[in-house]
C-alpha cells in the first residue's frame, strides 16, 4: 500500500500496487473523478513511488524469490544458489553431518558448517521478503559490513552483501 497524492484536487489516497491489474495506465481518482496516470516500473531501485510530470510513478510488488552468489576468491568458485520460500541454513560443505540445505564448496575453514539461516516468507501484499540471521556461528555474519547480533534479523534488498569467513556472498532479488 503507498500513499499518492491526487494530481488533480490533491487529495491523498491509498493505493494497493499488489491489487492493480498488469499493464494499467490510469485509474480514476474517486473524488473529483479526473484520471490519475500511472507508470509502473519493472527494475526501479526506491523507496516505492515518486511524482513527476503529475505521473505516479509506482513499483510493481516483487513476487519471485532471490538468488545467492558465492563471489570468487583463493578458497572459493563462483556458487550461485537459487532460493525458493522457506528456511535455509547455509555454511561450508564437509563430509560431516549438518543441517545445511545451501553447502557451498570452500577450503575456506573460517566459515562455520551451518553458518547462516535465511527465510523467504511471502508478504500480504504476495511479494517475497528474505530474512538473514547469523546461525549461532564461531565467526559470525558481517552484513552490509556490520556484524550481526545474536537474533537479528534483517530484510535482504537487492544487491547486499554478507561475508562469512572470509567468503563474500551477494543476494539479488
Ligand atoms: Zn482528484
Known sequence: MISVKCP???VGLKVDEGKLPPGVTSFKCPK???LIPISMLSEKEGDGFSSSDNTIVIQPVKTTTGKLTVIADVHTEE???PLREGIFIVGRKSSHPSRATI???TSDRSMS???IRIEVKK???GGYKHYLSDN???NHTLYNC???GNEEVVILNNNDEIIIGHTVLRFNE
Open 8 to 10: 488533480h484536487c490533491h
Open 32 to 34: 473529483c473523478k479526473g
Open 79 to 81: 556458487q550461485m544458489f
Open 103 to 105: 553447502c557451498i564448496q
Open 113 to 115: 558448517r551451518e553458518h
Open 123 to 125: 508478504d500480504v501484499r
Open 136 to 138: 549461532n556461528s564461531k
Open 146 to 148: 556490520n556484524f550481526l
